[in-house]
């Protein structure tokens, strides 16, 4: 959605209410698409003494893998979404400002590159997820791994020395 903001710039203590969802249930993120359920979009952006700023909260629910343990799972997030905007700027290099040249700003696009920055780098389905043994592959969240623990090599000639302690 294309969002006209000639009039929020030129007039003062104007707001725009947002209530928006961005359908995002196409876009493939690792393979997979994760966003099976429209964002929601809520917020305003308004015009406070001159400055213009968009504050909302994304509503999203999303579909992944456990990088750990590799069970489905479904999470629910609520993502700010703040942002300065201006028409010129004085310093290329400030990244606290948005830049919106046209007077004219594409939510759509804003909010996927709001929602891709505050995604985890790892999906888990808790933080306390055990993950799976490397051995025998049991998920260590439901049962208990069976393997027997290796011994280091090195060790092997204490372990003789208690073993024959104990005999």
Do not use: Q
């Amino acid at each position: 959605m294309i969002i006209e903001l000639k009039n929020l710039f030129n007039d003062r203590d104007v707001t725009l209410k947002l209530d928006h969802t961005v359908d995002l249930t196409d876009y493939e993120l690792g393979g997979t698409k994760p966003f099976t359920t429209p964002v929601k979009l809520i917020g305003c952006i308004k015009n406070t003494a001159g400055v213009v700023e968009l504050n909302a909260d994304m509503f999203i629910s999303f579909d992944f893998d456990c990088d750990r343990c590799a069970e489905h799972f479904v999470k629910e997030l609520i993502i700010p979404m703040e942002h300065t905007l201006v028409n010129e700027l004085n310093n290329e290099d400030n990244d606290e400002l948005l830049l919106v040249e046209d007077m004219t700003l594409d939510i759509d696009e804003l909010a996927l590159s709001d929602i891709l920055l505050n995604l985890p780098m790892k999906f888990l389905c808790s933080d306390s997820c055990k993950g799976v043994c490397a051995g025998c592959g049991k998920n260590l969240n439901k049962e208990n791994c069976i393997c027997k623990k290796e011994i280091d090599p090195r060790f092997e000639a204490l372990r003789a020395l208690l073993d024959d302690s104990n005999s």
